[in-house]
C-alpha cells in the first residue's frame, strides 16, 4: 500500500512544532541543489535544526547527508535553507520530495529559490558552467503519473487544477540578471525548459535527443516538485540550473557523463552563483515581502 500523503494537519503540526523551536519567521525559503550548499553557510544569525528532531518531517536516507533545516539571516532578509532535499530517485514518494515546501508554506514563506546542477541538452545556446533561468519546465515525472499533487487536496493550500504556465517569476529573473550584470557575470545567464527526468540513470543518447525534440534545454532529477507545489502554495518562485555538464547525444562518444564532472563544475560556479543570489534576495525582497491575498 502506498504511504499516504501528509494531510494538512500533519504539515501544520510540523511548522508549529518548528515555530516554537525558533523565533525567525522567514519569508524566503531556499533550496541548494548538488554541490550548491553552501548558501546555507552564507546565512548569519543561525539556527540550525535536524529533520530527524523535528517530528513528521521527512528524513534523508542517504548516508552522511542528515540534512536540516538553517534558519537565519541573507543580508537582512530572514531565509530558511534546506541543507539536504529529497530527491525521488532516492525512493521517495514524489510527494514526499516537495512536503518542506507546504511545510515553509505555513512558517510564513513567500518566495522560494530552487537550484540544480543540470545537463544542458540545448548545446546551441549552453555551454558548461551556465546559470539558466529556468522559465519553463517539462514535469515528465509528473505527466507520466507522479504529480506531487495526486492525491487528496487541501483547498488551503491551493487549487485542485493549479495552472502551471506562470511558475516562475519574470520579476524574480529580472532581479536575478540585474545581479548577474553587477557581478559581471551577464554572459553566463541563459535561459531555458528544465525537463526533469526520474534518474537515478543520465539519460541515453535517444532519450536525449527525445527530450531536445520535445523543447528541453537542460535536464535534472530534482527541483519540478518543489516547484510546482511552492507555486499551487502561491508563493514567487525562482529556479537556476547550474550547466554542469553538456549530455552527450552521440551514441558513438566514448565519454560519459559522471558524478564527479557534475560536482566539479558546480564547484566552480558555485561562489559565482552564491554571490548572484545573495544579491537578488537583496534587491528582490519587495517580491515576496507581501501580505495574503
Ligand atoms: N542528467 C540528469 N541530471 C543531471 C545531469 C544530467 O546530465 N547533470 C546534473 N544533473
Known amino acids: 500500500m502506498e504511504e499516504e500523503k ?13 515555530q516554537s523551536r525558533t523565533s525567525q519567521r522567514p519569508k524566503l525559503g531556499i533550496i541548494c541543489g548538488s554541490g550548491l550548499g553552501g548558501l546555507a553557510d552564507l546565512l548569519t544569525d543561525t539556527q540550525e535544526m535536524d529533520y530527524t528532531s523535528i517530528p513528521g518531517f521527512p528524513v534523508t536516507t542517504v548516508k552522511g547527508h542528515g540534512g536540516k533545516l538553517v534558519f537565519g539571516k541573507l ?22 520530495c516537495a512536503a518542506p515546501v507546504q511545510v515553509m508554506k505555513l512558517l510564513g514563506v513567500k518566495g522560494l529559490i530552487v537550484t540544480n546542477a543540470a545537463g544542458g541538452i540545448n548545446s546551441a545556446k549552453l555551454n558548461l558552467g551556465d546559470l539558466m533561468l529556468i522559465t519553463d519546465h ?50 553566463v545567464v541563459k535561459e531555458g525548459t528544465y525537463l526533469m527526468a526520474s534518474g537515478p540513470t543520465y539519460e541515453s543518447p535517444a532519450e536525449l535527443k527525445w527530450f531536445k525534440m520535445i523543447g528541453a534545454d537542460a535536464v535534472g532529477m530534482s527541483t519540478v516538485p518543489e516547484t510546482v507545489v511552492a507555486s499551487y502554495c502561491g ?9 554542469t555538464n553538456i549530455c552527450i547525444v552521440d551514441i558513438e562518444s566514448t565519454d560519459t557523463p559522471n558524478h564527479a564532472e557534475v560536482l566539479e563544475t558546480a564547484n566552480m560556479r558555485a561562489k559565482d552563483l552564491l554571490n548572484i543570489v545573495r544579491l537578488t534576495v537583496r534587491w528582490g525582497q519587495h517580491l515576496w515581502n507581501i501580505e495574503d491575498k
Open 235 to 243: 508563493m514567487v518562485v525562482l529556479g537556476i540550473s547550474l550547466i
Open 6 to 18: 501528509y494531510s494538512y494537519d500533519k504539515i501544520k503540526d510540523i511548522a508549529d512544532y518548528i
Open 75 to 96: 543580508e537582512t532578509v530572514e531565509c530558511v535553507c534546506m541543507k539536504g532535499r529529497f530527491h525521488f530517485y532516492e525512493g521517495y514518494p514524489i510527494w514526499k
Open 138 to 187: 517539462i514535469n515528465l515525472v509528473g505527466v507520466t503519473g507522479n504529480n506531487p499533487l495526486r492525491g487528496a487536496n487541501d483547498e488551503r493550500f491551493g487549487p485542485r487544477f493549479p495552472a502551471t504556465n506562470a511558475v516562475y517569476s519574470k520579476d524574480l529573473q529580472e532581479v536575478f540578471r540585474k545581479a548577474a550584470d553587477d557581478q559581471g557575470l551577464l554572459s
